[in-house]
């Protein structure tokens, strides 16, 4: 017998902790890809405007990724469904840390974050029915002083390069951390507290 399927949306993201925190949810879902780089969406820069303060910069890239995210289900001429988009960023002494550029650029970012505490913020869009709504949540992470070596390694293990901050916290990471305030989930990349009452006010059951 075949089992119906329930309700579904679209995640527009690579991210397998994105897709791991959804699952965990129990939200069936279809990844919406966009191209990568070198001929990365236009639509979907990431590059931070000049003088951008931090909470607007990962607001307005959630949200440019769930209006793209709607333009090319239009285009591809797939299913209406609710498209899911997020965007994590972190801000350390009032700069913008997105993903580094190659490794003396995560190693700027980790000598940086050594001994600091610094914000890490996930912004979460849901676009749907004519809506696009957008949720911020935001952290505080407190790193102990991290040793040269420590950070040549965790460098060398190549987890920092795809991550907003060059760092994972559920990864070799979580060694650095001494205290976290707020969504661990959020820090991750997609905090499920925030991600859940947005598919509520969509209407999809939880």
Not at 23 to 39: A, D, H, I, K, Y
């Amino acid at each position: 017998m075949t089992i119906p399927l329930g309700p579904r949306i679209y995640l527009a993201s690579r991210s397998p902790r994105r897709r791991e925190l959804l699952s965990l949810m129990g939200v069936q879902f279809e990844t919406l890809l966009f191209r990568n780089p070198p001929r990365a969406d236009g639509a979907v820069d990431e590059t931070p405007l000049a003088g951008e303060d931090p909470v607007a910069y990962v607001k307005r890239v959630a949200r440019a990724k769930a209006e793209h995210g709607l333009k090319l289900v239009v285009w591809r001429r797939q299913a209406t469904q609710p498209i899911l988009a997020a965007d994590t960023t972190v801000e350390c002494r009032g700069e913008i840390l997105g993903k580094p550029t190659d490794e003396a650029d995560a190693r700027r970012m980790l000598e940086l974050l050594s001994g600091q505490r610094h914000r890490v913020l996930t912004a979460v869009s849901l676009a749907w029915s004519g809506h696009i709504e957008t949720v911020l949540s935001e952290s505080i992470v407190q790193f102990r002083e991290l040793e040269e070596a420590e950070i040549g390694k965790y460098i060398a293990s190549g987890e920092p390069m795809d991550k907003a901050g060059a760092y994972g916290i559920q990864g070799k990471a979580g060694m650095f951390v001494e205290r976290l305030e707020g969504s661990y989930t959020g820090v991750m990349g997609l905090p499920l507290c925030e991600t859940g009452a947005l598919l509520k006010m969509a209407g999809y059951p939880l």
